[in-house]
């Protein structure tokens, strides 16, 4: 059975900076891209940001230069560290691994909140 659980959630101020963990287990995420994706009530889950096979990534143009996403294979985690938070940035953030073909597997998320 794949698990796939966020930690790492939590209250802070604008412009601190937290770091979001996806411990997966059940599959080996060497095999999967990963990524990070958020949601707030009333919208849809939108992409933050993607780690692919050979680790090439993709951010969202809101938290390019802000945010990093970064693997370990090893221990079948990946990553999410955000620098520079703003208030927009409060959201649940749920970790996905994404198959070359077939569903994603999801997480049910951890909640960031940014407010002063």
């Known amino acids: 059975q794949v698990q796939v659980v966020e930690s790492g959630g939590g209250l802070l101020q604008p412009g601190g900076s937290l770091r979001l963990s996806c411990t997966v287990s059940?599959?080996?995420?060497?095999?999967?891209?990963m990524g990070w994706f958020r949601q707030t009530p009333g919208n849809d889950r939108a992409l933050v940001a993607r780690?692919?096979?050979?680790?090439?990534?993709v951010y969202a143009n809101s938290v390019q230069g802000r945010f990093s996403i970064s693997r370990d294979n090893a221990k079948n985690v990946a990553y999410l560290q955000m620098n520079s938070l703003k208030v927009e940035d409060t959201a649940v953030y749920l970790c996905?691994?994404?198959?070359?073909?077939?569903?994603?597997?999801w997480g049910k998320g951890t909640l960031v909140t940014v407010s002063s």
């Open positions: 780690i692919g096979f050979d680790d090439s990534t």
């Open positions: 996905s691994a994404i198959p070359s073909t077939g569903a994603n597997y």
């Open positions: 059940g599959i080996k995420i060497s095999r999967y891209a």
